[in-house]
């Protein structure tokens, strides 16, 4: 409270007692406590944080006052990547000073390691919890236990004046879900139900899925301080982090279920189908699959720096160099089946009399049918295998930010009581490369799963355990048998998805503060400006094919440069109205910089 109170902004802090006084797996979960502020979860995670309602887009990380790269094609962070035992604080600011590192209209979150040197003595902390997953003990591709595990030392040499931390920290915890979805609706073009309303609307399809894996992350730091006198301090600090997730995803998917299909015993609410029985009357009526998935990614972060302050009688200079890099290896693999008979012992795909039914039950599963066993080795033949695009693909991401930056403070008598200019420049890079790969098994071949390569069929738990069971197999074993080598590469057409982008920014800033009286109160403030000049080059590939090209597919590199300045003024008031309160006022001009997804050629 005392620092939000003496800070020149509008600042939330959060503090190592705060972080410590509950069992948070991640540094968005505490962060989430503060006014403002809430958390996206994924798989059970605070991952990415929303400041003021306005999204991740719009919110600027940092890592002790650096800004950050991002495993994601954007620029948002990943907060799961930072352990909140290796984390000694964070402040979010709401209102900027010119200062500050550009690029937040939500907010910026600076995040703060330790610092040995604000120790006094000597501390070893270490810290083993152990977890469990009642969901997961229900699902076999999940492991119920997990468990959290972190250390942490501390210490001071040549009487106080060099400082020494190292932490580590590790999780494993169960990914365990079990959910059932209705695709979007479109119009159906018709009176379903017969209540004389036409065009209701019919979901796409629906799925059933379970999934179960890991979740590891392990992180650590080193800090180095050293302050070999009382105006010279010097600091050296890295971070590293790795999340890998590995998850499988069984169960059913059924689509196009508005076309090709007779539909009976139809309810409709406020315009939209709620439930039905659709049978299939034509090849391209429903599709009705079991499906086991594969998804996989792994993010390896590293971040560090080296900066100095040198204090003199009035003044401070400081200077900062900081390096920051991060990869990620992901891929979605689906490997799917469909629904057969046979005629002379040649299977071959059934084209009608195909029944599905569902029914929606608000705050409860939905009810699922089928008049086909989705378990049965020998009617659900595995057709085709894929890494497509449109459920991720398997893109390997990386991106890379180096950034120096050196800030000036006099301090001033009268009216205007100090002054700060200061420069920063940054170079940054990101690419991403999409790769796919796909397989088919001609109908004429298809043939049943080995049983070697059978797994006992996927059980629903809980709340699910009404949906129809579905077939279960070794993902990779069955790559391996039907489609031979697992071997994403970069198609042509992905080429048009691979990008690479290039920012350079160079900023610099003035800043005063000052202190007067307004109605016989104290009244703060500081008033400044920030000017960023930023240059991009974005690079990727047009890919042409059609009468144009005689057929063939002809690449095209394609690269854009663009730039641009930008003006942010700032300005922020404190009025200390009585004892202990305050009145704060603040107007600015923010950016925040689009995806770099976005930005791609």
Known sequence: ?????????????????????????????????????????????????????????????????????????SRNIRYEQFPAELINGAFVYKSPTAAQVEGAIAGQVDLRTIRPLDYSSRRIVGNVRGTYSDLAADIPDADPYGYIASFSYIDQFLDGKLGVAIGYSGRRQAVATARTN???YTNSFGD?????????????????????????????????????????????????????????????RLEDLPFGNGFTDVTVENGGVTGLTATKAAD????????????EFTDVLGAGGLNGEYRGDRWTLKGDLAYSTTERDQRFITVRTEVHD???GVPFERTSGVSASFRTRPGQAADYGFNVDLTDPLVNLVSEFQI???????????????????????????????????????????????????????????????????????????????????????????????FGDLN????????????????????????????????????????????????????????DQGDQTGGAVVLTPVTI???????????????????????????????????LDDLNA
């Open 284 to 295: 391209f009526g429903l599709q009705l699959r079991n499906v086991n998935e594969l998804f």
């Open 192 to 252: 379903l139900n017969g209540d004389g309303q036409g065009n209701d609307e019919i979901p796409f399809g629906f799925e059933a899925l379970v999934r179960g894996g890991d979740d590891i992350r392990d992180g650590g730091l080193a800090t180095i301080q050293y302050e070999p006198t009382d105006n010279i301090s010097i600091n050296a600090d890295l971070f590293y982090s790795k999340v890998a997730y590995d998850e499988t995803q069984r169960g059913f």
């Open 182 to 184: 209705v695709f979007r």
């Open 388 to 482: 497509p695009e449109n459920g991720g693909g398997a893109p390997l991401i990386n991106d890379e930010l180096l950034s120096a930056g050196t800030d000036f403070e006099h301090e001033l008598d009268g009216f205007f009581t100090a002054v700060q200019v200061g420069a920063r420049l940054t170079d940054r890079s990101k690419d991403y490369t999409q790769r796919t790969q796909f397989g088919f098994v001609d109908p004429a071949n298809r043939r049943p799963v080995p049983t070697n390569l059978l797994n006992s069929p996927v059980v629903f738990p809980g709340d699910f355990s009404g949906v129809p069971r579905t077939l279960s197999f070794d993902i990779l074993g069955v790559i391996d048998e039907f």
């Open 342 to 344: 046979y005629a002379g």
């Open 561 to 595: 440069t663009n730039s641009f300045t930008d003006t942010l003024p700032t300005l922020n008031l404190t009025w200390k109205v009585a004892e202990g309160q305050q009145i704060r006022l603040a107007a600015s001009k923010a950016i925040s910089r689009p995806p």
């Open 488 to 543: 994403p590469t970069t198609s042509d057409f992905d080429r048009r998805s691979s990008w690479e982008v290039q920012e350079e920014t160079r900023a610099a800033y003035a800043n005063v503060d000052f202190e007067t009286s307004f109605l016989g109160r104290d009244l703060t403030g500081n008033v400044g400006v920030r000017v960023i000049e930023t240059e991009t080059t974005s690079s990727s590939t047009r890919v």
């Open 1 to 73: 409270l005392a620092q939000k109170r003496t800070a020149d902004n509008v600042v939330e802090v959060l503090s190592a007692d705060d972080i410590g006084a509950l069992p948070e797996i991640s540094i968005a979960e505490s962060l989430a406590r503060l006014p403002g502020l809430t958390s996206n979860r994924d798989r059970g995670n605070g991952t990415q944080i929303s400041i003021r309602g306005m999204g991740p887009n719009l919110v600027n990380t940092l890592l002790n006052g650096r800004e950050l790269v991002s495993a994601e094609a």
